[in-house]
């Protein structure tokens, strides 16, 4: 079976020996990290998750969207309201918030593709709907508005899955799962029918058209998927934080944060988003940690190494940074 | 609620949107000629409004005098991110020319952040609480001259493309970009000025707006987004389009605050936005492209 596999992921025997190399590393990071490294490495894991979710739709389909925060939210939102009010743990929950993230996507993507809103405008409207979104979770009272919705944080004994309850490692474990799995999955769907109809589309619509793809229902397919899987990202993130506040889950910057990874280590590559992860979050948080050794507190530092380091690839490598790297290092992904 | 509530309401609402239009017209005028989108827009106009603030808190200048140097400040900025930056990646993908701005964008919040801190800050001029009445009508001084600059301004930007002979050579880049080029304009130089005056006329905006709302540095990319609301809405490239759609725009939240909640003005305008796109995807006054 695992030959199988091995000859299933295509890889050439040097790329095998790194993504063996770092799993390993990844798979025993909580027995030799301390925590606020294995934090570290949780957000990194978790931006390459919704970074590879993003890369769904921008990467292969060629759908810029600015407003993954909306689906995010709604699967933070659906499955905290779910936990808290109605006692339905996560591994249920994310149903409910998938099915919610999957019906908004389909909504956008059905008013934007069946009236022909492309390009720029599609992207506006993307932001519009999770802004609209933002907005109205912060009036709407039953999910606490803006004064945050809060899961009940208890010192646990032991770990329990199950509940998502527990240890910075257990999340760890959890996030590195389903980063693996998403990296699977977009495997899988780049080398089948419906990711070469993608990449027809993303490098030429009307062509893609002309040759009789249908256009319209890959496209959605592609919101719908990506939507489905940023929100797990959502479930995690209301799990491992704890509180929800729409001004922050909304907010156009985490739309922005989820996208930097992706486009800074290579859009509609594999590997891309979780290099960018390790990338952007690593060189932001040695940033921060540099600040607090000198005595620094800039609220808006991060923010403006994420802005000149964005302004740097699309300038220099509009192609990101795993495409470069992966030819350097041999390892290079067979073109697509 | 009477009468007079809503003609109050609707005169507020079409004075801010004025300036709203003044600020859309930047982006309409820089999308229109150079054909890219300044995902940076409010971001650009919060500059003007610190810059505003800075000029009045330390040496009590008016805003209102301040019009035309702020201006002219976000003019040569405008002209160097255009000649210097921007120029390279007219030939590119537009997600490649939109991410750029994006970063530009986020650099320029969280600089603004650094120097002047997370609160609002605002100019206390002298006539901040006067008011003038004619009849039923009670308008706020403030939002008078507020009004009356950007119709100043619009009315010069208007004269500057139909009268002057840059202006025109503007327009003629829009319409045909080898034309222009087979004529012998330096198009790229054009394009420079173009995003300029693009950037001159969300300074001008910037400048005025500090007479009706409080500066914060996470304003940016509200307004970023409000002003391609606007411009989408009036007809994305439409200059008089770009107006209507401010001052659709000004009297929908003007109405949405006083019906609803204040917070929530906002999202009544992306249901504009919805809507436009769904039903008249050109805009208001946009032309429809084949």
Redesign the interface.
């Known amino acids: 079976m695992i030959a199988s596999a091995i000859a299933w992921l295509d890889l050439s025997p040097r790329a095998m020996l790194f993504l063996v190399l770092l799993g390993a590393v990844l798979l025993i990071a909580p027995f030799i990290a301390n925590d606020y490294l294995l934090t570290v490495l949780i957000l990194i894991l978790y931006f390459a998750y919704v970074g590879q979710a993003w890369n769904i739709m921008?990467g292969f389909a060629g759908q810029?969207s600015?407003g993954h925060a909306l689906y995010v939210g709604l699967g933070a939102y659906v499955s905290a309201v779910l936990f808290t009010r109605y006692g339905v743990g996560p591994w249920i929950g994310v149903l409910p918030a998938m099915a919610t993230a999957v019906t908004c996507g389909a909504a956008i993507g059905f008013?934007?593709f069946r009236?022909?809103?492309a390009?720029?405008?599609f992207?506006?409207?993307t932001?519009?709907?999770a802004?609209?979104a933002r907005?109205?979770f912060?009036?709407l009272d039953f999910v606490n508005a803006s004064a945050g919705l809060f899961l009940p944080v208890a010192q646990y004994a032991h770990n329990d899955l199950w509940r998502l309850r527990g240890s910075p490692a257990m999340f760890y474990y959890v996030i590195l799962a389903a980063t693996v799995l998403a990296l699977l999955i977009c495997r899988l769907l780049l080398r089948s029918r419906i990711g070469y109809l993608w990449l027809a589309i993303r490098e030429d619509e009307v062509a893609a058209r002309a040759a009789g793809i249908a256009t319209f229902r890959y496209k959605m397919y592609a919101v719908m998927i990506s939507a489905a899987v940023t929100s797990f990202a959502g479930v995690f993130y209301a799990f491992f934080y704890n509180n929800l506040f729409p001004e922050q889950v909304f907010n156009?910057?985490r739309s922005?944060e989820i996208i930097l990874g992706t486009?800074i280590g290579g859009i509609g590559t594999l590997f891309g988003p979780i290099l960018g992860a390790f990338v952007l979050t690593g060189l932001a948080e040695a940033l921060n940690s540099a600040m607090g050794h000198f005595g620094l507190d800039?609220?808006?530092?991060?923010?403006?190494f994420?802005?000149?380091c964005?302004?740097l690839v699309?300038?220099a490598r509009?192609h990101g940074l795993w495409p470069w790297l992966a030819q350097r290092i041999g390892v290079a992904e067979p073109r697509k | 609620m009477p009468f007079d509530v809503y003609l109050n309401v609707a005169v507020a609402g079409i004075l801010t949107g004025l300036v709203y239009g003044l600020m859309a017209l930047g982006l309409s005028v820089i999308f229109g000629v150079v054909r890219v989108v300044n995902f940076a827009h409010g971001e650009m106009m919060t500059i003007a409004m610190y810059l505003a603030v800075v000029l009045f808190s330390h040496f009590h200048l008016d805003p209102l005098l301040m019009l035309v140097p702020i201006a002219a400040v976000l003019f040569a900025f405008g002209y160097a991110l255009q000649a210097g930056l921007i120029n390279p990646f007219i030939t590119r993908p537009e997600h490649s020319q939109f991410l750029l701005l994006v970063a530009l964008g986020l650099i320029i919040v969280n600089t603004l952040l650094i120097v002047f801190g997370p609160d609002a800050q605002s100019v206390q001029t002298s006539y901040a609480y006067d008011s003038f009445q004619i009849g039923l009508l009670i308008v706020d001084a403030s939002k008078l001259y507020a009004g009356a600059a950007a119709i100043l301004f619009t009315a010069a930007l208007f004269a500057f493309f139909r009268l002057t002979l840059v202006g025109k050579a503007i327009r003629a880049c829009a319409d045909n970009y080898t034309g222009a080029l087979v004529v012998g304009l330096d198009v790229k130089r054009l394009y420079a000025l173009t995003f300029a005056v693009g950037a001159a006329c969300v300074g001008a905006a910037g400048c005025i707006m500090t007479l009706i709302i409080d500066v914060t540095p996470m304003l940016g990319p509200t307004y970023t987004l409000l002003a391609f609301i606007i411009v989408i809405a009036g007809g994305l490239g439409s200059m008089p389009g770009a107006l209507v759609g401010g001052i659709l725009i000004g009297l929908t939240e003007a109405f949405a605050g006083i019906l609803f909640t204040p917070s929530a003005k906002s999202m009544f305008a992306f249901a504009i936005l919805v809507l436009v796109l769904l039903f008249r995807p050109q805009g208001i006054l946009g032309k429809r492209v084949a």
């Open positions: 921008m810029l600015l008013l934007a009236f022909r809103v390009g720029v405008y992207a506006i409207l932001i519009a709907f802004e609209f907005i109205g912060d009036h156009i910057s922005i486009i800039l609220p808006g530092a991060k923010q403006v994420y802005g000149i964005l302004l699309v300038m509009p």
